[in-house]
Each structure stands twice: as structure tokens, then as C-alpha cells.
């Protein structure tokens, strides 16, 4: 039985793209709603011995899928997922298989982690009529997508800085010999998050910061539009019918080839433009974009919240391929050239196993992956007025810019002036930042969990 309920609404489809000087990876797709309608195929066939006249009554709801309520969570205040096709919803098994989930019951729920998934189809798939309940089979699906509830944070550090401390003026401090330089200058926190739609949660600017304040993330504002929450990539995208990492280095405008899916070729060596245009087109009716930078730090945000894992991520320790995570014995750094070999099950495990869940967002199944090593990546972003190597023409990069799909920096020569910052990006408020000599070797600024932290500039 198909039940279908209309409203006006708008749907935002978006790609995240990743590039880093000569290598390249683009990375994963997300979506953007505003909406009530609710669209789907509603058929259960399991059946149970009732009672009574009401009880069989639950029963044909129970079995057309057509219950009294959809399942709401309280928790997330009105911005609950909104699914519009090609989007199904799903419940994904601790070992990695998706199910068509039933919208009556419980399929997400953020305070106990579980993160709301939804996939799409390939365009021909086995079965054409999947409904509530059916297992959807891997190779009929084309990508996997989470769901980013629209929510506010509490500013706890408006990212106001202008360079680096030098670890050489802090040498005087008091600290016992063996203690690690990480953990002495680690600013890690739980971010304190609270949900809710757009009427709810009204977007802000950033002059109404403060600390210990709550700030509507800016993720959820695209050009003049405000969205109850965005789907995003669960993976890396992957180049579609790639068999290996060569065949995955495609520099050219191809929106045919987008898979979003675990234990794939990661799409490289591609220029920022066709990274962009590819996102762009992918679902254009539904507004498909590359994701920006903001929309990355809503993940990350999330992610450190108690509603997601709460710490570091386990890094994907196998190079150009999706869906990974270091075992915990293994190199949890990401050096391009050294990754382990899919094979090395000592060294590295796939998503759906015990040591692959730490490598998600959640910390387990639910979650986003590949947000810690795998393919160096890049995001929808630019210093005001500079093209730089994308391949725009600077009337290209202001027209998108003016329809949101564009974070825009202020200009700077200034590796370091992090107060350029755009609040809820995940640069400036990580501060403040050590420069020190790590493990390697390097000389480099550092942040949170001593990663490496530069800032954009002119170049």
C-alpha cells in the first residue's frame, strides 16, 4: 500500500569534494530539506495472532505500514529527518546491511547515537518495488546518506586569534618532565548542542555571539534559505565502476559517476572546478552542491557532542578507498604513501566491524566515516576576490558565492590569522594554537589532539 502525503517543500542536494595541492578526492554528498511532505511505500508482511477487534485493527496498520503517528524524536525539537525521493530510509544492522525502515517506529534516535540513514538507488535496481521491512541489497544501492539535525551550539571560544604561541615562550612553565606536550596545551571539549527546526531556531549572525551563549549553526543557512537539517555523504565519494585507485583519477565534470559508498576507490585527482560542477549537477532539481566548510564543522561539532563519539575519530589508515579504521595497535596517523593494505586485517578493519565503528562519527554504524584520513580533501570555500588554481573566472566563484553554495574569508597573507574565522567552521575556535616540534619532526602550529592548523590565506 503506498501512502503519500503532500506539502510545499524545498529539497538541497549536496557533494563535499576534497583536494589538497596535487592530490584529490571528493568526498561525500549531502542534502539539504525544509519540508513536511513524506513520501513512501508502506508494506509490511510479517503477521501476529491478535485478540480482539482492536487488536486486529493494530495489525492492518501494522502490516500496511500506515500507523497512527510517525515517529518523531522529541529531542530533536521539530528538526526531525525529512525524506523526499529518490531518499529511502533505512535502518543499517550492525554488520553493515540496510533495511527499508518503517517511519512509525523508532529508526533514529539522537540521544541514544543512532543517527538517522537514508540511501539512494541506482538507477536500475533488482527490485523496483522495495517497502518497510525489505533488506535492500548492497549493489542496488548508490549512496548512503546521514541525516544533521539543524541545532545551536554554546560559544565557549569566539576564535579571536592572530597567530600561534611559540612553544619556546612557554618554556618556563611548570611541568613535570614525562608529561606529554599534547596533552598540555589539548582545548578538547564536548560542545554543548541543542536541536530544533528553523522557526524555532532562527538563524544569527555572528555580532550575536557570545560566550556561554547558544549560536544557530550556519550550516543551516544556504543563500537565503533556512533548513531543518542537511543529509550528508556517509562516505567518501567514490568514482562508480573504479577497480582500482587509477581508474579513480577522473579529472573532469562526470555527476554519472558519484557512489557513496563503504570499500570503494575514493574519486582523485580532479580540479576544483569539475569537483564543484560534478556536485553541483548531481541532483541539480534538488540543488546538489559541493559541501562548504561550515557544513563540515556541523559534523565535527555534532560529532563532539554528546550526541556523537565524543572523541578523536580512529583515522582510515588505507589509502584511496572508503570506509576504514585503523585497529588500535596499528599507525592512527594519515601519511599519503604508507597506508595500510586492505588485506592487513591487523592493521586495519572495514566499517561494520568493532574497530570500524570508531572510525564513525557515533561510534557506531550510524555515524559518518572517512571524516579522519583516507584521501586528502578540500571544501567549498575561497579567499574574497582569489581564484587562485580552481579554474574559475571570478565572475564564476561571485555567482555562486551569492547563492550560498560558497564560504567567503576575508583576505590575508597570514597563514595563521585564525581570527578570519567564519564561527562554527571548526578553524579559529579550536584555538588557541602551539607551535612546538611533534613526534616527526615537524615544526608546525597545532590544535586540538595536536593536529596540524594553518589557515587559509590569498595563496
Keep these: 500500500m503506498k501512502r503519500i502525503i503532500k506539502n510545499n517543500y524545498k529539497f538541497i542536494l549536496g557533494i563535499i569534494v576534497g583536494l589538497i595541492i596535487s592530490v584529490t578526492s571528493v568526498y561525500a554528498v549531502e542534502a539539504y530539506i525544509e519540508s513536511n511532505k513524506v513520501s513512501y511505500d508502506n508494506h509490511n508482511k510479517t503477521t501476529t495472532t491478535k485478540n480482539n477487534a482492536q487488536d486486529a485493527i493494530d495489525e492492518l496498520y501494522e502490516r500496511s505500514g500506515i500507523h497512527k503517528e510517525k515517529w518523531v524524536d522529541k529531542e530533536l525539537n521539530g528538526a526531525d529527518p525529512v525524506l523526499q525521493d529518490p531518499l529511502i530510509p533505512v535502518e543499517i544492522n550492525d554488520d553493515g546491511e540496510a533495511y527499508y525502515a518503517n517511519l512509525n517506529s523508532e529508526w533514529y534516535n539522537y540521544s541514544k547515537k543512532k543517527w538517522a540513514n537514508a540511501v539512494i538507488l541506482v538507477d536500475n535496481p533488482s527490485n523496483k518495488n522495495y517497502g518497510v521491512g525489505d533488506h535492500i541489497i ?11 539535525p539543524r541545532y545551536q551550539y554554546k560559544i565557549w571560544d569566539l576564535g579571536q586569534y592572530e597567530n600561534y604561541i611559540d612553544f619556546s615562550e612557554l618554556k618556563n612553565t611548570q611541568v613535570e618532565d614525562n608529561t606529554s606536550v599534547y596533552s598540555m596545551f589539548g582545548k578538547e571539549r564536548i560542545i554543548d548542542i541543542k536541536f530544533g527546526s528553523a522557526d524555532k531556531l532562527p538563524k544569527m549572525n555572528e555580532s550575536e555571539a557570545k560566550i556561554n551563549n547558544y549560536y544557530t549553526h550556519p550550516a543551516f543557512t544556504l ?41 570503494v576507490y575514493s574519486w582523485r ?24 566548510n561550515t557544513e563540515w564543522g556541523a559534523i565535527a561539532y555534532l560529532s563532539h557532542s554528546k550526541y556523537g563519539i565524543g572523541a578523536e575519530l580512529n583515522v582510515n589508515n588505507v589509502e584511496f578507498e572508503t570506509g576504514y579504521s585503523a585497529t588500535p595497535n596499528s599507525d592512527q596517523t594519515n601519511n599519503p604513501g604508507k597506508g595500510a593494505a586492505r588485506t592487513e586485517e591487523t592493521k586495519t578493519q572495514k566499517w561494520n566491524t568493532t574497530v570500524g565503528y570508531l572510525a564513525s562519527t557515533t561510534g557506531n554504524i550510524s555515524g559518518i566515516y572517512d571524516i579522519r584520513g583516507g584521501t586528502l580533501e578540500t571544501v567549498a570555500a575561497c579567499v574574497e576576490g582569489s581564484v587562485g588554481s580552481s579554474s574559475f573566472s571570478p565572475e564564476e566563484l561571485a555567482n555562486y558565492m551569492v547563492g550560498g553554495y560558497i564560504d567567503k574569508y576575508g583576505k590575508s597573507d597570514n597563514m595563521y590569522l585564525y581570527k578570519n574565522r567564519i564561527l562554527g567552521d571548526a578553524t579559529g575556535e579550536m584555538g588557541p594554537f602551539y607551535r612546538y616540534y611533534d613526534a616527526d619532526g615537524g615544526n608546525r602550529p597545532h590544535s586540538w589532539y595536536a593536529d596540524h592548523s594553518h589557515f587559509i590565506s590569498n595563496n
Excluded: C
Excluded at 534559505?225 to 567518501?236: A, P, Q, R, S
Excluded at 583519477?249 to 554519472?256: A, H, N
Excluded at 585527482?269 to 562548504?292: C, E, P
Design 138 to 148: 548492497k549493489d542496488d544501492i548508490e549512496g548512503y546518506f546521514v541525516w544533521i
Design 223 to 263: 543563500g537565503d534559505k533556512d533548513l531543518n537539517g542537511i543529509w550528508v555523504g556517509k562516505f567518501e565519494v567514490g568514482y562508480k565502476g573504479a577497480t582500482s585507485t587509477a581508474q579513480a583519477e577522473v579529472d573532469s565534470i562526470e555527476p554519472g559517476k558519484v557512489i557513496i559508498k563503504p570499500n
Design 269 to 292: 585527482n580532479i580540479k576544483v572546478k569539475n569537483m564543484f560542477m560534478t556536485s553541483y549537477n548531481y541532483k541539480r532539481n534538488l540543488d546538489s552542491h559541493m559541501l562548504k
